[in-house]
């Protein structure tokens, strides 16, 4: 019938007394706007005659510009959802979806900074490991388990337990001076809301292990201002959108704005590498 999806709903037709051909020449006048050729595929026999002649029926007008203003609402509808979406990709936070996070290394919180615990069963699991490595002599192995022999190689639980990766590294740490361990964390997917959701593009999986990929929030944020501008025009020539006088403003005169110098790079995410690293320095660490 009709290529326009806003014509694919036709109930508004149905407010107009129309006979069928008359029905079918309306909607092939929304989309040609040539009155012979609309009338030729409603099948008129004699299109260029009946064409224009429909055109002057008050009834056919009526239904032609209701059928226009319906075009008209749909797209301004379209173009406020897309705004809407550019809106909350452009302000999302690639936070929710990534995060890089400075753990604790196990010396950080361990008693007089000897390696730390998660718990006890961690500890015993690692001791019986190493026990049974090391011995192969089951009545050696019981007496190491039971601490009966001195033997550096063997895990002892000096430190403590209680590491846990949510604290924060400790700064007077011998280990790591305090930088801790690098973690980069993703979000569970399926709980993404908002912005997030939207921003969210998949998920990649590379050599280096997988990535999260994300929409370009710059291209989102010049989409918006596009769409703006090219509002401001169209209701008013004269009037400047408050984007634009923005944009000029900043552009005329650059000491209007407050600009804030670098910080002395002197915090963890401006120091050099930490070896425990893995590689990423490009992360949003602390903005
Ligand atoms: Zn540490």
Redesign the pocket.
Known sequence: MTDNPALADTAWLDQHTLNDRQRRFVLAYLETSVAAQAAEKAGYKQPHVQGPRLLSNVVVKAAIADGRSQIEQKAMLDATKVAELWAEIATADPNELTQHIHA??R??HGIDHAYQWKTKREFTEAKAAAVFDLYSDDALREAAMAGQIEDARIPDDAGGYGYRLTDD??PD?P??S?F?IEITRMADTRKLKGGARILFDGVKETKQGIEIKMQDRGKALENLAKHFGMFAGKVDAEEVSPLERLVSRLVSNENAVPVRPDPEPQDASTAPAHPLDGGADDHPAND
Do not use: L, S
């Open positions: 604790p290394c010396y950080c590294p400790n740490c280990e790591c305090g801790g």
